[in-house]
């Protein structure tokens, strides 16, 4: 079991840009392929980024390519998302999301039910 605390979250212009952190706990984060999911108020749970376990492969939402960047520090057991260029419509609930079962593919990771644990989310507002 792996705990998943994001962080980052805020109130931002348009145009300005984010970073947001997601640490995990346990021994194994290596072992886990990551995502980054959003909810914005009435809407569906939507996929933003995923990362495989080395960090080598991304997939991204046609939505944020070009302004996401989603990265992974092993080391420190910790993913990052780093969003530029700032949308009003970007405007959500972040979650990060952890799952160690399936084998990395780009259709796979962008389904929420794939994944084994989720974090409490942070809230990212964007002002026109």
């Known amino acids: 079991q792996v705990q998943l605390v994001e962080s980052g979250g805020g109130l931002v212009q348009a145009g300005g840009s984010l970073r947001l952190s997601c640490a995990a706990s346990?021994?194994?984060?290596?072992?886990?392929?990551m995502g980054w999911f959003r909810q914005a108020p009435g809407k569906e749970r939507e996929f933003v980024a995923a990362?495989?376990?080395?960090?080598?492969?991304?997939t991204y939402a046609d939505s944020v390519k070009g302004r996401f960047t989603i990265s992974r520090d092993n080391a420190k057991n910790t993913v990052y998302l780093q969003m530029n260029s700032l949308k009003p419509e970007d405007t959500a609930v972040y979650y990060c999301?952890?799952?160690?079962?399936?084998?990395?593919?780009?259709?796979?990771?962008?389904?929420?039910?794939?994944?084994?644990?989720w974090g409490q989310g942070t809230q990212v507002t964007v002002s026109s």
């Open positions: 990362i495989n376990r080395s960090g080598g492969r991304r």
């Open positions: 346990g021994r194994t984060f290596s072992s886990y392929v």
């Open positions: 999301a952890a799952e160690n079962t399936v084998i990395y593919n780009t259709v796979a990771v962008t389904v929420p039910g794939e994944y084994d644990y």
